[in-house]
């Protein structure tokens, strides 16, 4: 089954006998999607290609195609660089501006490389610099994380900071997955970033050595209150593929220890599969609703408990900042709601859409968002995101958690 996707947040014909092979007409508008969604009829002009697998779909749209062939034409004839024109890229950068002419940054077409990338960094390994990324309400491109202990994380780049150039390439109007493709790269070799931070008012220039990003998505750690008690504490990094059997480990490993208590630390978490998300909320849950899709015609679908937990009866602080998005916004909106958790931290970052990942021909894929997604009291947070039960800064002194601190100390009066 086709896992869904948050964010987080990303048939093809080569160069035969010295033809270049071209965009076909249904492919650029809509076929690849997989929902056959139109017919077309070209008008007015006969390209000087040879064209293989015209398959058009069942609905009927009536577009004079001739606008394409001549542009196509023109460019391969007169761009003074003739190495620049990549068909195969041209072909991908047809149908990515399709897909990007919907306006929303989280439905794109990924080519090879962008969706090799999308489904290591939810394998949990990649090579790379450890920054998670998204957009704001304003289309910026934002770092929502940087992954702890690595090469971004030590250089200094924080949640919240805007990518505003990557190697000298303006991120204006850059899709998501390619600005990933862009940082991304062999380890040892290294990237550059050009970043707004919060109160700058010009950005700055910082250099990271790419490295092997390996990261286990969920950590267990024992801690202690003010008074003694013993707490499980649990940090979720990220939804991906093996995030749910290393919370059972985790989970193992804290009832082993007869918690009192727990915390479940999901700052800095950019989201990932909503079907993770139902599964960890499950934990605590005896029962009900997790989370709702709301399709385009408004129709709501409820997810609920899939399973019984473990921890049912553990009192319960969950911690957020604006680093905590899509996945963990469903978390944690379920926890508010269903009154089952302390929230505490920051306004987390606010994505509130559901992607499906669809696998491509050739290695490409496109996430699609099909749906908005609620908390169980019918909340929609996107671009506002969920307001912590008790805001607490985290202050500047590296070495001094206080949100933690806050998450103790309320389990201490439970």
């Known amino acids: 089954m086709k896992k869904i996707l948050q964010t987080l ?12 092979i071209i965009i076909i007409l249904v492919f650029v508008l809509g076929w690849q999607l997989g929902h056959r969604d139109y017919q077309l009829q070209v008008k007015n002009y006969q390209p000087k290609f040879s064209v293989s697998n015209q398959l058009p779909s069942d609905q009927n749209v009536n577009i004079d195609f001739s606008l394409f062939w001549q542009t196509w034409n023109l460019l391969s004839e007169k761009y003074i660089d003739k190495k620049a024109l990549d068909p195969q890229k041209m072909y991908y950068g047809a149908i990515q501006g399709m897909v990007a002419a919907v306006g929303d940054p989280y439905t794109v077409f990924l080519p090879p490389s962008s969706q090799q990338t999308s489904k290591e960094q939810l394998g ?5 610099v450890g920054i998670q990324l998204e957009y704001d309400k304003d289309n910026h491109l934002v770092v929502v994380a940087p992954l702890k ?12 900071d805007l990518i505003v150039g990557i190697n000298g390439k303006d991120t204006t109007n850059l899709s998501l997955p390619d600005a990933v493709s862009l940082i991304k790269g062999p380890k040892g070799t290294s990237v550059t970033l050009a970043l707004l931070s919060a109160n700058d008012t010009k950005p700055h220039d910082i250099t990271i050595t790419r490295d092997t990003i390996v990261v286990k998505s969920v950590e267990y750690e024992s801690k202690t209150t003010p008074t003694g008690k013993n ?16 919370w059972d480990s985790a989970v193992s490993q804290a009832l082993a220890n007869a918690p009192q208590g727990v915390v479940v630390d999901l700052r800095n978490n950019p989201g990932g599969y909503l079907d993770s998300a139902v599964y960890l ?7 009900g609703t997790v989370v709702m899709q709301e399709d385009a015609q408004g129709n709501r679908t409820k997810m609920d408990v899939i399973r019984v937990g473990k921890m049912l009866k553990l009192p319960l602080v969950v911690l957020i900042n604006k680093g905590s998005a899509s996945a963990s916004e469903i978390f944690s909106g379920a926890m508010q709601d269903r009154q089952r ?11 509130g859409t559901i992607q499906s990942a669809e696998d491509l021909p050739e290695g490409t894929g496109i996430h699609i968002t099909t749906a908005k997604w609620l908390t169980p009291d019918g909340r929609w947070i996107h671009h506002i995101g969920l307001t912590p ?10 070495a001094k958690d206080p949100q933690l601190d806050k998450a103790l100390e309320i389990l201490d009066s439970k």
């Open 149 to 160: 202990d690595t090469p971004a994380d030590k250089a200094g780049v924080k949640a919240g």
């Open 341 to 351: 958790a302390t929230l505490v931290g920051d306004q987390s970052f606010g994505k």
């Open 389 to 398: 039960d008790m805001k607490v800064d985290m202050g500047t002194d590296p």
């Open 9 to 20: 947040y990303q048939g093809f014909r080569r160069v035969n006998g010295g033809l270049i």
């Open 281 to 287: 909320a499950s934990e605590f849950l005896d029962g």
């Open 231 to 246: 707490v499980a504490y649990i940090r979720v990094a990220s939804f991906g593929e093996k995030t749910d059997s290393e």
């Open 124 to 128: 949990g390994s990649f090579e790379g």
